[in-house]
């Protein structure tokens, strides 16, 4: 049917199958092949081209400058040399190093657990409430997550401030003595709880809402025969409900884990890592070493690594979103 | 007994409601009562949840100090582009993977997923080199570029998505009246389009209004070229320890992101959650 409209048609300037989502064979016509093969390729070329010159390009050259000798004098003069591994090397010999990895895991842990679980806890909640609680809670939820990620943190800040601080005031008035004053900055515990503290609390509304909707899919019928045979909500909740949501759950989980280096923003806004270094997460320090020290080489290894812990996490996100919907096809 | 019953076992579940509904909204709050509330109360002994009395003092401090309406306009300039730049691009490759078969479209479709989770954190070093050889260090078109990059996969993916909603059959039709396949899809495709231009760019413009990362290393010395998180995030460097005036500059930062997520509201919290935004 289209085949022959499209031949009685004056000429389609962008010559291509009628679009159909399913396969139609037979809609083809030989004679505008050639256009076919051009204009979807005209039409992605300056998608393609700003990916190959504003991502891969970048990407590689990363990978160039950690196998180079690079430092200030070549960035200002050029001819850095090829030094092989000799970056990663250091790096990986290197106590702090591991130390910042070490921290990083610490970081993305705490912070995933805490996320995972509160937006579960406040998906199921959500669930259960009547209809103006239920507006009402995703409307603060939306709210938090529309918060901007430097105004968050300078209220975080704000809130936290040693003399004027509200939270000083509060456990001050609770009886708390010890924090009259109390420079949670200073501490490195402290600066790392508010740290998590910031991103859980900017986190969870996207997971909480995510899971909220996948939650809003799983029959209801399924509750009611498991309640008749007599399963506990813990039961109900291990055994049905979250079977059901669990490719959303473990979605919204390595995205989670992936966005954990999002966290760059609100720490060097707010500690640049310190005091000390106990905030120094992977993607702090590869740009500490490049930018205030003007170890490029080194930086670059260390953003590498990065990448590459990363795509572990990354890839098991695509086969689950894959799986999810079939979204290439 | 019978009717109260039920009201006490809601009991935790609504006080977990309503402890939620806090912990969401104190901090949004604490930023917009702080910035009305003047300075002596702000560093007083015992603050007040709620402000006793009211000002603009802070506001005008913020609005007044040097360079905000430059840095204003150098924010919406940056965001305006970004955005108008992947919408456009966007808009012909989501056509073509939408309306069109040809060989790499799955391929063409995967490079866009990938490039929506691209590390940019890690990029950082990489794309300061490449600036600064290319004499592009401390300029606005590099921003615009940067973030148009950032925002471009997910305008295609959204875009994409919308175009597949629109039945092909009206823009044949209107081919065999005459129209030409571009014609048709601009007369016909292109106004039905226009909700799904207008949210996808909404977040386009949120995640670039918001970026402060390659703001913050891309322009270094060209003071003038700095954008409003940059500005932000040094406001108590040059305000001290003026708490109200930073939160009203905070205030004032956040106020269209978080009207436009509440206009948007009910597309949040349906369909692009499952899209892997992060506001």
Known sequence: MPAVREQTAPRPPLGTDPPRRSPAPGTSSPSKSSGRTVWPYLLIAPAVLGTLYLLVYPLIRAVVISLQDFGLRQLILGHAK?????????????????EVVRRTFLFMAINVVLIMT??????LMVERLGRFGRTTVLSALVLTWAMPVISATTVFQWLFHSEFGIVNEVLTGLGFESFDRYPWFAHGPAAFAIVVALVVWQSVPFAAITLYSALTTVPVELYESARIDGASGPRIFRSVTFPMIRP??????????IWTFKAFVQIWVMTNGGPGDATTILPVYAVQTALSHQRYDLGSAASM????LMSGVLVFYFRQMFRQEDELA | MSTTRPRIRRLPLNAAAVLTVLVCLFPVYWMVATAFTPTRDIQSDNPRIIPGSWTLD???TAVGATGFGLFWRNSVLVTLSAVLLALVIALGSAYAVARMRWKGRRQFMLMVFIAQMAPWESLIIPVYIISRDTDMLDRLPTLTLVY???????TIIVLRGFIGTIPPELEESAQVDG????????????PLLAPGLMATSLFGYITAWNEFTYANFLIIKQQDHRTLPVWLSSFQNVFGTD????????????????VIFLLLQRHVTSGFAAGAVKG
């Open chain 1, 118 to 123: 509160l937006s579960t806890l406040v998906a």
């Open chain 1, 82 to 98: 090829f030094v092989g591994f000799k970056n990663y090397g250091t790096l990986l010999g290197d106590g702090h190093f591991w």
């Open chain 1, 248 to 257: 959303i759950f473990l979605l919204v989980f390595s995205l989670e884990v």
């Open chain 1, 305 to 308: 690594v990065t990448v590459v």
């Open chain 2, 243 to 258: 708490w109200g005036a930073t939160m009203a500059a905070s205030t004032l930062f956040a106020a269209p992101a978080l």
């Open chain 2, 148 to 154: 148009f990059m950032m925002t471009l996969p997910f």
């Open chain 2, 179 to 190: 129209c030409t396949r571009f014609g048709a899809f601009r007369r016909i495709a292109f």
């Open chain 2, 58 to 60: 802070h506001f005008r």
